[in-house]
């Protein structure tokens, strides 16, 4: 595939030992090593000529890269590629609009005599899957409200495989393994700890929205067991996961013999999460609990994307844009 790279493993079989993480490149550096496929793409340039068009991933971020003139065999190997694989590269890390970018020279498939350690190559969340499940699971079972306890339980434990592995989105905040449980978790810690402080709030009714509100982004988002996601469902494209969790939800607050009043109030925090219709909520939230949820969705995943962007950041200096944050760069103080 493309110019074939050296083989540079130890021969003893020992786990290869990963050089360049996305979080430490520069402008104008020369990388040498494995990354994993994301959104792999041959497009056509506007000089009619084709080219590789790919995200590479690796633990601690990713990054837009690029083979350009791509014709022949190099045509059909890299046609192959697909979400989840990892190649060995040869780049060059440029800019484009104000991002680092590779510009790919070589790039050779994983060989069996590659012996990488894949938790290098998977951008997850900080805590174990099991434990933050558990988590959620715990205050669902502490509701007093009968009702929001069996919705909560059922929508925990028939969806509880890709509880275990899925993000949150497929790009941007929490698009990583498991991320869809952090975000919920700690969406639920910071919204006990609102509750402490607001004691006019139903509790019960606050976290039964953080435990569902996202739900449907299971079948939105494409995932593989990595939580590596090339993208959106076709229902996921048509309808988003607002429309699709409130299908499911309804369907089962009907099998459950939910309350109309409480179904309607469960339905209207989903629908209104997202606050404004150009965000896909075509309702702003219309009682506390609905605000509530908004805030702390909104607070989560700005939060993430702050601190993913320090990630990379030098002390003193400024992140990239964050194009989900309105294109701010974000800075990062000398002294922390």
Same mark, same amino acid.
């Given at each position: 595939?493309?110019?074939?790279?050296?083989?540079?493993?130890?021969?003893?079989?020992?786990?290869?030992?990963?050089?360049v993480?996305?979080?430490?490149?520069?402008?104008?550096?020369?990388?040498?090593?494995?990354?994993?496929?994301?959104?792999?793409?041959?497009?056509?340039?506007?000089?009619?000529?084709?080219?590789?068009?790919?995200?590479?991933?690796?633990?601690t971020?990713?990054?837009?890269?690029?083979?350009?003139?791509?014709?022949?065999?190099?045509?059909?190997?890299?046609?192959?590629?697909?979400?989840? *694989?990892? =190649?060995?590269?040869? +780049?060059?890390?440029? %800019?484009? !609009?104000?991002? @680092?970018?590779?510009? $790919?020279?070589?790039?050779?498939?994983?060989?069996?005599?590659?012996?990488?350690?894949?938790?290098?190559?998977?951008?997850?969340?900080?805590?174990?899957p099991?434990?933050?499940? *558990?988590? =959620?699971?715990?205050? +669902?079972?502490?509701? %007093?409200? !009968?009702?929001? @306890?069996?919705?909560? $339980?059922?929508?925990?434990?028939d969806?509880?495989?890709?509880?275990?592995?899925?993000?949150?989105?497929?790009r941007?905040?929490?698009?990583?393994?498991?991320?869809?449980?952090?975000?919920?978790?700690?969406?639920?810690?910071?919204?006990?700890?609102?509750?402490?402080?607001?004691?006019?709030?139903?509790?019960?009714?606050?976290?039964?929205?953080?435990i569902?509100?996202?739900?449907?982004?299971?079948?939105?988002?494409?995932?593989?067991?990595?939580g590596?996601?090339?993208?959106?469902?076709?229902?996921?494209?048509?309808?988003?996961?607002?429309?699709?969790?409130?299908?499911?939800?309804?369907?089962?607050?009907?099998?459950?013999?939910?309350?109309?009043?409480?179904?309607?109030?469960?339905?209207?925090?989903?629908?209104?999460?997202?606050?404004?219709?150009?965000?896909?909520?075509?309702?702003?939230?219309?009682?506390?609990?609905?605000?509530?949820?908004?805030?702390?969705?909104i607070?989560d995943?700005?939060?993430?994307?702050?601190?993913?962007?320090?990630?990379?950041?030098?002390?003193?200096?400024?992140?990239?844009?964050?194009?989900?944050?309105?294109?701010?760069?974000?800075?990062?103080?000398?002294?922390?």
């Amino acid at each position: 595939m493309a110019e074939i790279i050296e083989n540079q493993n130890n021969i003893d079989g020992e786990k290869y030992q990963k050089k360049v993480f996305v979080e430490d490149i520069q402008v104008d550096q020369e990388v040498t090593d494995y990354f994993m496929v994301k959104n792999p793409a041959l497009r056509v340039g506007s000089n009619g000529k084709q080219y590789f068009d790919v995200t590479l991933c690796d633990k601690t971020g990713e990054v837009s890269s690029k083979k350009w003139d791509v014709n022949g065999s190099d045509s059909d190997n890299l046609s192959m590629l697909k979400d989840g *694989d990892v =190649i060995r590269i040869k +780049a060059r890390v440029n %800019e484009w !609009q104000g991002a @680092k970018q590779f510009r $790919l020279q070589k790039i050779r498939r994983l060989e069996s005599v590659d012996h990488i350690n894949m938790q290098d190559y998977i951008k997850a969340a900080p805590e174990d899957p099991k434990v933050m499940y *558990d988590y =959620i699971h715990s205050v +669902a079972e502490s509701f %007093e409200d !009968q009702d929001l @306890k069996k919705l909560c $339980l059922r929508v925990l434990d028939d969806n509880k495989d890709k509880w275990m592995y899925y993000p949150a989105a497929s790009r941007n905040h929490h698009a990583e393994f498991a991320g869809l449980l952090w975000h919920v978790k700690r969406m639920l810690m910071n919204g006990q700890k609102v509750c402490e402080v607001y004691t006019d709030l139903k509790r019960d009714l606050v976290c039964a929205g953080v435990i569902v509100h996202d739900i449907a982004k299971i079948w939105e988002i494409k995932s593989n067991e990595f939580g590596v996601s090339p993208g959106y469902s076709v229902e996921g494209n048509l309808l988003g996961h607002i429309v699709m969790g409130i299908k499911y939800l309804d369907g089962l607050m009907d099998e459950l013999d939910f309350p109309q009043e409480k179904k309607l109030m469960v339905e209207h925090m989903v629908l209104s999460h997202h606050y404004e219709p150009e965000y896909g909520s075509p309702k702003r939230p219309m009682f506390p609990e609905a605000e509530v949820l908004h805030y702390l969705d909104i607070l989560d995943a700005r939060l993430f994307d702050m601190f993913d962007a320090l990630s990379g950041a030098e002390k003193g200096g400024f992140s990239e844009k964050v194009w989900t944050l309105d294109n701010r760069k974000i800075y990062k103080p000398e002294e922390e």
